[in-house]
Nanobody, 118 residues
């Protein structure tokens, strides 16, 4: 059964760090790209980062470059999102999804809440 499960969210102070994980099953990361998205309260969902299947190349939203890092462990079939220097506006539900190309995606995880607050 195809499934994506996020974990690692929580409450963190401004300036802190979190690492999110996206465990995939039913398909392999060397065949599909994975994207991370987030949706803040009252806002539309936005693309955060993605990692390609073929060569592991990475893409980041401009506002997050230098603070977020996406990576993958093929053996564990898991994608990670390391988030550093978190800001209160980073408060959102973070989702991972299987990419169809660009930000288009077909399967989504249930999301993990990240709250950045003092």
């Amino acid at each position: 059964q195809l499934q994506l499960v996020e974990s690692g969210g929580g409450l963190v102070q401004p300036g802190g760090s979190l690492r999110l994980a996206c465990a995939a099953s039913g398909f392999t990361l060397d065949n599909y790209a994975i994207g991370w998205f987030r949706q803040a309260p009252g806002k539309e969902r936005e693309g955060v980062s993605c990692i390609r299947s073929s060569d592991g190349s990475r893409y980041y939203a401009d506002s997050l470059k230098g603070r977020f890092t996406i990576s993958r462990d093929i053996a564990k079939n898991t994608v990670y999102l390391q988030m550093n220097s978190l800001k209160p506006e980073g408060t959102a539900v973070y989702y991972c999804a299987r990419s169809l190309g660009g930000w288009a995606s077909d399967y989504w995880g249930q999301g993990t809440q990240v709250t950045v607050s003092s």
